[in-house]
């Protein structure tokens, strides 16, 4: 069996979005109780991040380690079509995903114990994002 479900996520600039509540909604809809599910995400400037969900600090930290590693208005970027920010995102998306497979067991994503689906948005001001949601079972 196939299910797919298309997500809308809004955000509010650079950061990190909590999408697993959505994502385990997607799977228990599809009905599948063993299959896999894969999690896309329709953008060049944004990434999907399996991430640890207890300590903010964790996310907190991958954003200043990003910021430090590819920093807005780089001179070395010629693509700023969009601001100072644009040719950042699309470098930090590069290095990180935009997809996910998560294995599903008895309905649910099966997800480890302190892990969350983030939407990762790169560019600084606010977006709304596009995800599929699609179980195989």
Same mark, same amino acid.
């Given at each position: 069996?196939?299910?797919?479900?298309?997500?809308?996520?809004?955000?509010?600039? *650079?950061?990190?979005?909590?999408?697993?509540?959505?994502?385990?909604?997607?799977?228990?809809?599809?009905?599948?109780?063993?299959?896999?599910?894969?999690?896309?995400?329709?953008?060049?400037?944004?990434?999907?991040?399996?991430?640890?969900?207890?300590?903010?600090?964790?996310?907190?930290?991958?954003?200043?380690?990003?910021?430090?590693?590819?920093?807005?208005?780089?001179?070395?970027?010629?693509?700023?079509?969009?601001?100072?920010?644009?040719?950042?995102?699309?470098? *930090?998306?590069?290095?990180?995903?935009?997809?996910?497979?998560?294995?599903?067991?008895?309905?649910?994503?099966?997800?480890?114990?302190?892990?969350?689906?983030?939407?990762?948005?790169? *560019?600084?001001?606010?977006?709304?994002? *596009?995800?599929?949601?699609?179980?195989?079972?």
């Amino acid at each position: 069996m196939f299910h797919a479900k298309e997500l809308t996520v809004s955000n509010r600039g *650079r950061g990190f979005t909590d999408i697993t509540a959505d994502v385990q909604r997607a799977v228990a809809e599809s009905g599948a109780r063993q299959g896999l599910c894969t999690v896309f995400l329709h953008h060049t400037s944004a990434s999907l991040l399996l991430c640890e969900n207890a300590d903010p600090d964790v996310r907190r930290d991958l954003e200043s380690f990003f910021s430090r590693l590819v920093q807005d208005g780089d001179p070395l970027f010629v693509h700023d079509a969009e601001g100072p920010d644009d040719m950042p995102a699309h470098v *930090r998306t590069v290095l990180t995903q935009n997809s996910l497979n998560i294995p599903v067991k008895d309905g649910r994503a099966d997800l480890g114990t302190w892990q969350g689906i983030y939407v990762w948005e790169h *560019r600084t001001s606010p977006h709304r994002r *596009r995800v599929t949601v699609s179980v195989v079972g």
